[in-house]
Structure formats: structure tokens, C-alpha cells
């Protein structure tokens, strides 16, 4: 099972910092991570929480206990079940971090020459294979841009190295 549950059956208006405490007298002290208190859609309906813990055996705790009716919030007892989703993700691994790299947007006319629409340099490539997506980053008149390509819309990607030059140049087609 995974680091974030949720569990309902809280009381309307429940504070988020009363849930944390109440859970981590079950899991130890800073065991909750992130936590979101939701009010229900419907009157009469109680609160839920999604609550990301610090490890998945403090969240597996929490839902044995609610399975076997032995989770109390004041009088109600609390249902709990896993998320699929964190709420805070994890952070991206990449593969390859390229910094100072010239991103080149245009057409390849022939096989040793390329029209360049539109240039900029100070650009960072990133890409991970579980992200199945290059990312790069830029930035224009101060403003950060991100463009990403995911793998299944690039057609071709070819490595270039035009005669009596020194740089590389990855061509990617999509």
C-alpha cells in the first residue's frame, strides 16, 4: 500500500492541525507529511482528510485499525482506504540535465541544412525514462517557459556533428 490514504467520517469544521495530532498518537510524532481536510458536498455528510504519511507502514496502521472498527474520531468511527496519489509527489529523477544548451525551433530542408525560425540560448534540457518526457526550460522578457515533448509525439531524434565544427546538434522531429 502506499504513503497516502484518506479517511472519512470527521466531524464538519474539523482544524487540519486536530487530525494530524489525533492520527499521530496512532503513527508517532511526525509521522503525518501533508494532510487537506475536505467539508462534504452533501448537508449532513461528514468531513474526510487525505493524509500523506512519512512512510507507507504508518498509513497500512491507520487503515487496519479503521477496517477493524477500532479508529474513533470523538463518536463516529473513520473508513479509511488508499490513494494512488500523494500529495505532495515525489520529486522528478532525470536521467540527463543539460544547462547553457541553444534550443533552435525550425525546419530541416536537406540533410546538412537547417531553417532556424526562431532561437534561444541559456536553455535547460531534462529528460527521465519513467517521465516519458523531454522537458526544457527557458526564459524570455523574464518570464519562465517549460515546453514538453512526450516521447510518443517525436517522430525522430538524430545526433549531428556539421563538418569542421566543434558542437553537437540533436535534431528532434515531431
Not at 487537506?36 to 482528510?49: C, D, F, I, L, T
Not at 515533448?149 to 553537437?168: G, S
Amino acid at each position: 500500500m502506499g504513503k497516502t490514504i484518506q479517511l472519512s467520517g470527521f466531524p464538519r469544521l474539523v482544524p487540519g492541525e486536530d487530525v494530524k495530532n489525533f492520527l499521530e498518537r496512532y503513527t508517532g510524532r511526525g509521522t503525518v507529511d501533508a494532510l487537506e481536510v475536505r467539508e462534504p458536498k452533501k448537508s449532513g455528510s461528514r468531513a474526510y482528510a487525505t493524509v500523506q504519511f512519512t512512510n507507507a507502514k504508518s498509513a497500512d496502521y491507520i487503515i487496519s485499525l479503521a477496517n477493524k472498527r477500532l479508529l474513533y474520531y470523538g463518536n463516529s468511527y473513520l473508513k479509511a482506504y488508499a490513494k494512488d496519489f500523494d500529495i505532495v509527489p515525489k520529486p522528478k529523477v532525470y536521467v540527463l540535465d543539460v544547462e547553457s544548451a541553444t534550443l533552435h525551433f525550425g525546419c530541416q530542408i536537406s540533410k546538412e541544412k537547417f531553417s532556424v525560425l526562431w532561437k534561444r540560448e541559456n536553455v535547460s534540457a531534462r529528460f527521465g525514462f519513467s517521465l516519458r518526457k523531454l522537458y526544457f526550460f527557458a526564459s524570455y522578457s523574464s518570464v519562465e517557459y517549460k515546453l514538453e515533448l512526450f516521447y510518443e509525439n517525436i517522430w525522430q531524434i538524430e545526433l549531428h556533428r556539421p563538418r569542421n565544427q566543434m558542437e553537437k546538434f540533436l535534431l528532434i522531429q515531431v
